[in-house]
């Protein structure tokens, strides 16, 4: 069988950049700048010369390749409501991600560990004013002052995501993402679609997975799905809780909520293009739900 990974084999391409950004912003008809207001990323994928010790585990693989990312988020309360309800605090957290994807016929399997810091030093709040005050001309916020503290971050993750039915416009798969750490604990199971032209799921830009794909790739879809999270800990919602220091009571938290998302996809040879819109019921109790929009390109070369 073919490893997708010996970059060696001129059909594939080695290396792969994406750029991507989330925000509520993109969204239209909704309040901006509430809950997860903004996210900025950036990732550097590349096939591997050599088997790693885990990928000598799955002799059953058909690709394998490794990925180094930074990201930047950004936490608020909805600000310009006047309502009385519980609010979320200010929190940023940026942190890089270190991931390694193992590719199967009908599955996949991602293994990573982000490391950041969350509070001031993340700079979270310091690139909003600056985007707000010379790029948009909003309002600038003073509540990033009183933001939860800095604590360094460190999160385990995995995500499972295997198909269940697939003919050559329409597929159904289930996705399980899971993260162990002190700033994100949860386990997100979903079940997802696909409708149009697109690969496997190993080698799919629906989950960043085209650099296994071959150079005359080509894939047009629309891409789906809900899910239901069941947090264990949030520290943008609690902070650190090894000190015991809590913006908020855990009795208003909400532990299990669902979280949908629909976007549409377009991939070249070397162009990956994606847009996507998330939803979700809400983090707190008494909060209303949370909707952002997705976007992001890559773009793969030897």
Do not use: C
């Not at 930074?70 to 936490?75: A, L, T, V």
């Not at 289930?174 to 697109?198: A, C, E, H, Q, V």
């Not at 239901?228 to 800990?233: D, L, P, T, Y």
Request: glycine residues 8%.
């Amino acid at each position: 069988m073919v490893i997708h990974s010996q970059v060696s084999n001129e059909k594939f391409f080695k290396y792969e950049i994406e750029l991507g950004t989330d925000n509520d912003f993109l969204v239209v008809n909704t309040s901006t700048d509430k809950y997860y207001t903004y996210g900025v990323n950036a990732s550097f994928r590349w096939l591997l010369n050599k088997p790693n010790f885990i990928s000598k585990v799955f002799s059953n693989k058909i690709g394998y390749f490794e990925s180094l990312g930074f990201n930047m988020e950004g936490y608020t309360p909805d600000y310009q409501s006047s309502r009385s309800e519980t609010e979320r605090p200010y929190a940023g957290w940026s942190y890089f991600e270190f991931q390694s994807t193992y590719g199967f016929k009908k599955s996949f399997l991602r293994l990573g560990v982000d490391a950041g810091i969350l509070g001031p030093d993340s700079q979270a709040g310091a690139l909003q004013n600056w985007f707000h005050k010379h790029v948009t001309g909003d309002r600038v916020l003073d509540g990033w002052k009183n933001q939860i503290d800095n604590q360094l971050g460190v999160n385990l993750r995995g995500l499972y995501v295997v198909s269940f039915y697939q003919n050559k416009i329409f597929d159904v798969y289930g996705s399980t993402d899971i993260s162990l750490g002190n700033i994100f604990t949860y386990i997100n199971p979903g079940i997802n679609f696909r409708l149009g032209k697109f690969n496997t799921l190993s080698t799919s830009a629906a989950y960043q997975n085209a650099i296994l794909a071959d150079k005359s790739n080509r894939e047009f879809f629309l891409d789906g799905g809900i899910a239901v999270k069941m947090s264990a800990f949030n520290a943008t919602i609690q902070g650190n809780e090894i000190d015991k220091f809590n913006f908020i009571d855990s009795e208003i938290i909400n532990n299990v909520y669902l979280n949908g998302q629909i976007g549409i996809y377009y991939a070249s040879s070397r162009w990956t293009l994606g847009a996507k819109y998330f939803f979700s019921s809400g983090e707190l109790n008494d909060n209303d739900s949370q909707r952002y929009a997705m976007l992001t390109f890559s773009y793969k070369f030897d």
